[in-house]
């Protein structure tokens, strides 16, 4: 293997690994951790908080900058094959990165340090309850954008166009579309910043919006 393909090669695992480390933990977040979380009692809830999320924050937040930086990488070796669709999964991926880093992590501080404070026979800080919602909201938010991103990465390669434009084109799209695209996704983040949970607030209301959004982004992409 020559070492032009064994480096892309060797990136794009690296890719791979991390991506499916933290988006594995992020679903493992929303799908299991929350849910539990809704009906333990409150010893329970305060050990898992204690013993169990920091381990798992730590995987969470390095697993995000490994994909982060390995994708902007993957990116560079392989720039003649980004096209509109990867571009979007990009954008989509590096607005739940920063969310993983500068709303949820931070957030998730308070939370661990007001529950450590309440072990050791104190009070919960005055700002435990917001800074929980906060990170709620962004994870819930993360959750939401993975489905459009993971099918935009995948599809990109492997599915045949379904209007004008080939998912694997390397030609652009509308201005129109893409002004659209982008809009939509900004405001989902501008939401996840200072906004509402809304239909997130469950497995089904997120899983169902992640795939809507999946849905119009493809058919703006391919249509307008």
Request: aromatic share 10%; no cysteine; proline share 4%.
């Amino acid at each position: 293997m020559e070492l032009d393909n064994l480096v892309p090669f060797l990136v794009r695992w690296i890719h791979l690994f991390a991506g499916v480390v933290w988006i594995g933990i992020l679903y493992y977040f929303n799908f299991v951790q929350t849910e539990y979380f809704k009906v333990a009692d409150p010893a329970a809830k305060s050990s898992a908080i204690a013993k169990l999320l920091p381990n798992a924050l730590k995987w969470f937040r390095y697993g995000a900058l490994v994909t982060f930086i390995s994708g902007i990488a993957l990116a560079g070796y392989l720039a003649a094959a980004v096209n509109f669709y990867i571009m979007l999964g990009m954008l989509m991926g590096t607005l739940m990165f920063l969310n993983v880093w500068l709303i949820i992590w931070p957030n998730q501080k308070v939370v661990m340090a007001s529950n450590e404070q309440v072990m050791g026979g104190g009070e919960a800080l005055p700002e435990a309850a917001g800074a929980a919602a906060k990170a709620g909201l962004a994870s819930r938010t993360n959750t939401l954008f993975s489905l459009p991103m993971l099918l935009f990465m995948v599809a990109s390669g492997h599915l045949s166009g379904l209007g004008s434009l080939p998912l694997g084109a390397e030609v652009g799209v509308s201005g129109t579309a893409a002004a659209i695209a982008v809009i939509l996704i900004l405001a989902i983040e501008a939401n996840a910043i200072k906004g509402k949970m809304g239909p997130m607030a469950s497995v089904v209301g997120v899983v169902h919006l992640g795939v809507a959004l999946a849905a119009v982004l493809l058919v703006v992409a391919q249509y307008l």
